[in-house]
């Protein structure tokens, strides 16, 4: 019986020793954002969309927009960032800028403060929070899709609600 009972704990503790060196989403998530924009929940967001009432970028590039978007975002990039794809949005209004999982987007909004916007805020957790809480996401033809485009595999582990797609 203690052979089983030692053996039992042997086989769990395999089970349960990769997961104990890994990092949890909300881990990720702080080791990487310098709060320095406003961190927005999925939830807050979906609120301001029915009021109509915020400006919603995607700081992604074009490859990974293309494979899907949150439904209303306009394409505005990381690397081809300019401040004439801003222009229309008034320094007072509500904006939310998000990426994969809000690295870029925060330094996206970190630009947007220093040219005089007020209320931008960075969508914690991305599109990959976004779509594994359930919301939706829609393709370049404007259509519902479970594709999301992980940026790589090493970043796809985060995404555990959608087809991962990645080069």
């Known amino acids: 019986m203690q052979k089983i009972h030692s053996l039992l704990v042997f086989i769990i503790g395999l089970i349960w020793m990769p997961a104990c060196g890994q990092q949890s989403f909300d881990e990720k998530m702080k080791s990487l954002y310098r709060n320095t924009v406003p961190i927005i929940k999925a939830e807050k967001l979906e609120t301001l969309q029915l009021q109509g009432q915020v400006f919603l970028l995607d700081a992604r590039e074009p490859e990974e927009f293309k494979v899907s978007h949150i439904p209303g975002a306009r394409l505005i990039g990381y690397d081809t960032f300019n401040k004439e794809f801003i222009n229309d949005i008034p320094k ?7 990426c994969s999982v809000g690295y870029r987007s925060e330094r996206i909004g970190e630009k947007m403060q220093k040219m005089g916007y007020e209320k931008v805020s960075n969508l914690y957790g991305g599109i990959f929070d976004w779509k594994n809480q359930g919301n939706t996401v829609i393709n370049i033809n404007q259509q519902p899709t479970d594709s999301v485009h992980t940026y790589n595999k090493n970043w796809s582990q985060w995404l555990h609600n959608g087809v991962k797609v990645y080069d």
């Open 92 to 98: 007072d209004a509500e904006v939310v800028v998000y």
